[in-house]
């Protein structure tokens, strides 16, 4: 069994056999060509299949991703030769979004869930900012076209478009909260709520409810191990990361260090 067909095998429990195989197109692709080649859009779980895609190349690919600012959570994945020396163009622009905050108030998931109304897919799109007068999309270069001609709606409110640097972007601050505690267990259930200070039985149902992910893949249950370095997003709660496991207590529990971003 070749290393593609290895791959394939161990990203299709998870459904990522599709994307998987897309990015070995891509890499195979570059290296062929000398020179490099631009994913569309991919979110943390598809940047893991993207650095586990370019490893196999023994140093001839190299991985590169960009987001159009640092700490993006989507990025473009681009798979450049060893013999290329050039910029790698990623095909990013940035196009702000501005409406009337008197009369409409319009969450992340209402600019998410129009522009995905309108036909456009999510594979094409960025991050989204919000900011205090209106969002900033990052977009798939020719995507930027149509938001600039043709976007004037958003959940029934209107909006109007204008290009924008990549420099003037307005990424939120992250809020950064370490947390010590002692846990029983490094179960996942038992683990995840005391990072995100729920009850355990609490965050068994949003496990349950598929809402916790564990290094960006769907968890497997409350029971599954985590450990040290594990992150741990819980929907529209932010991330935890397991930073380190400190040892263990007199009364036989398990000190950790945990960091929370919200």
Same mark, same amino acid.
């Given at each position: 069994?070749?290393?593609?067909?290895?791959?394939?095998?161990?990203?299709? *429990?998870?459904?990522?056999?599709?994307?998987?195989?897309?990015?070995?197109?891509?890499?195979?692709? /570059?290296?062929?060509? %000398? %020179?490099?080649?631009?994913?569309?859009?991919?979110?943390? /779980?598809?940047?893991?299949?993207?650095?586990?895609?370019?490893?196999?190349?023994?140093?001839?690919?190299?991985?590169?991703?960009?987001?159009?600012?640092?700490?993006?959570?989507?990025?473009?994945?681009?798979?450049?030769?060893?013999?290329?020396?050039?910029?790698?163009?990623?095909?990013? !622009?940035?196009?702000?979004? *501005?409406?009337?905050?008197?009369?409409? !108030?319009?969450?992340?998931?209402?600019?998410? $869930? $129009?522009?995905?109304?309108?036909?456009?897919? !999510?594979?094409?799109?960025?991050?989204?900012?919000?900011?205090?007068?209106?969002?900033?999309?990052?977009?798939? /270069?020719?995507?930027?076209?149509?938001?600039?001609?043709?976007?004037?709606?958003?959940? $029934? /409110?209107?909006?109007?478009?204008?290009?924008?640097?990549?420099?003037?972007?307005?990424?939120?601050?992250?809020?950064?909260?370490?947390?010590?505690?002692?846990?029983?267990?490094?179960?996942?259930?038992?683990?995840?709520? *005391?990072?995100?200070?729920?009850?355990?039985?609490?965050?068994?149902?949003?496990?349950?409810?598929?809402?916790?992910?564990?290094?960006?893949?769907?968890?497997?249950?409350?029971?599954? *191990?985590?450990?040290?370095?594990?992150?741990?997003?819980?929907?529209?709660? $932010? %991330?935890?990361?397991?930073?380190?496991?400190?040892?263990?207590?007199?009364?036989?529990?398990?000190?950790?260090?945990?960091?929370?971003?919200?």
């Amino acid at each position: 069994m070749n290393n593609r067909e290895k791959i394939l095998r161990y990203y299709k *429990s998870s459904g990522q056999d599709i994307l998987a195989a897309r990015l070995l197109d891509l890499a195979e692709q /570059a290296l062929r060509s %000398r %020179r490099f080649r631009v994913s569309d859009f991919l979110d943390p /779980a598809g940047i893991s299949v993207a650095e586990t895609v370019a490893a196999q190349w023994d140093g001839k690919v190299r991985l590169e991703l960009q987001g159009g600012y640092e700490r993006a959570e989507r990025v473009k994945a681009a798979f450049v030769s060893a013999e290329y020396y050039g910029a790698v163009d990623f095909g990013l !622009r940035a196009i702000a979004v *501005s409406w009337d905050k008197r009369y409409e !108030r319009l969450s992340h998931r209402d600019v998410l $869930g $129009g522009l995905l109304g309108v036909g456009i897919e !999510r594979e094409v799109l960025g991050d989204i900012l919000m900011t205090s007068e209106g969002c900033q999309v990052l977009t798939d /270069a020719p995507l930027g076209d149509y938001l600039l001609q043709q976007l004037s709606y958003l959940g $029934g /409110a209107q909006v109007s478009t204008k290009e924008i640097s990549l420099a003037e972007l307005e990424p939120k601050e992250e809020t950064v909260k370490e947390i010590k505690t002692t846990v029983p267990s490094l179960r996942l259930d038992v683990v995840a709520a *005391s990072g995100y200070g729920v009850s355990r039985s609490r965050m068994a149902e949003e496990i349950k409810a598929d809402k916790l992910r564990v290094n960006w893949q769907p968890a497997k249950g409350g029971s599954q *191990s985590v450990q040290q370095g594990d992150i741990l997003s819980l929907r529209g709660r $932010g %991330r935890v990361e397991i930073v380190e496991i400190l040892g263990e207590t007199k009364k036989g529990r398990l000190s950790l260090l945990l960091r929370r971003y919200l």
